[in-house]
Structure formats: structure tokens, C-alpha cells
């Protein structure tokens, strides 16, 4: 598997090799931490920090924080009430008006195996109250439905794909952006995996070409 590690590090160098100027021709990073903490038999605590950026190491696009509360009914079905705070530069290389967001989120998740594949369906809705600079405040209602679907390949190391939708419903044209890409998932122990990968986001206007790079934290204390 050290390959998978080697090829994916010389896909990056290539793809930042090969990069113009404008935001869509950049290959921007994201850089995450995800956690979960099982507090009893039904509740656990979720947690998230994203750092990312329209190229790999520089020009900061946004940061988000977000904590919820999960309340699992049975194995293949759990529900999170939680909220977010998000800061962010709605532009690349440019002055811009800089975005302050608050959000509170409904997410109801179903999971599912085939064989060896475990999908999991997310279905998000989202109360998105959005600040830029001073003069500008706006509320809006988002639902997001998010499928991803992974398979294993040893006892450590797994490959995912995913499709996230984004609607925005409180106007006439819907459809905000899709999210699509794959990637790969290493345990290190029970508590801690590292994933990596591709993935595009294709909005109205214009598609971005990100890599993510997180840690994903279980812990329990219950």
C-alpha cells in the first residue's frame, strides 16, 4: 500500500505543476479532522475542524467548525442535531468581501451493506445565517444529500467514492453545487483512521479540483 501513498503524492506535484491562474485551474487542499465521541449506549458527540485552501499549501479559502450531538435509534439509522460557525474569502487572488456564517444542521443518516461494500446516505438540512463584511446579512435553507459507498482492500486499508448534492431552496434555481470523488482510508488503530483523496466541486459558474487530507477520531467514553 506504500505505492498508493507514492502515486497519489506525484498525482498532486503534477496537478500543482500544471496550474494557471484562475481559481478553477488551481488544485486547491482541504485539510480536516473529524471525531466522534460515544458518551453512552445511544448518544455521542460530533465534532469537525476543515481548513482549506485554493491551492495546496496557500490562498485560504475557509475554515469551518462544527459540534452536534448524534442520537444512534439502531444500527442503521442515527440522527445529529448540531450547529457550525464558518469564516471564508469568497474569491481567489482578488479583494473580496470576506463571509462570517452561522449554521444549524438536521442530519439524518442511513446506513446499508452490500456484500462487502457499507454505504451510508446522508440527508441534511441546513439553516445557513451568512454575514459579509457589514452591510450584508441574508438567511437561507439548504438540504444536502450526501451518498458515500466504501469497500476493503486489506484489514487497514480501504477505497471510497462519494456524491454530495447541495440545494439551495430558497431560490428559484435550486441547484447550488455537486460534490463528487474517491479516495482511500487507512486505520492506524480502532480510535484513529487517515483518509485521502480527489474530489470535484461543480457549481453554476465554474469547477474546483480539490484534495482532502483528514484524521478521523473515535473515541468512547462510555
Known sequence: MKKIG????LILLC??????????DKLGAWYMYNGSHKLTEKYSLQTMAHFRYYEVTSNFQQEIYRLGVNYK????????LGASYSTGDLAYDVPSPHLYEWRLYEDFNINSTWGKFKARHRLRLEQRFIHKNIHTDETQNWFRYDLNV?????????????NEIFLN????????????????????NKNLKVKFGYFQIKQNSRTLK???????????FF
Open 6 to 9: 507514492i502515486l497519489f503524492i
Open 15 to 24: 496537478l500543482k505543476t500544471n496550474a494557471q491562474s484562475a481559481a478553477e
Open 73 to 80: 435509534f439502531n444500527p442503521k439509522m442515527n440522527l445529529t
Open 150 to 162: 466504501n469497500y476493503p482492500l486489506t484489514d487497514s486499508w480501504s477505497v471510497y467514492v462519494f
Open 169 to 188: 431552496l430558497d431560490r428559484s434555481e435550486v441547484f447550488a453545487q455537486n460534490w463528487t470523488g474517491a479516495g482511500f482510508l487507512r486505520k492506524i
Open 210 to 220: 480539490r484534495v482532502r487530507i483528514g484524521l478521523l477520531l473515535n473515541t468512547d
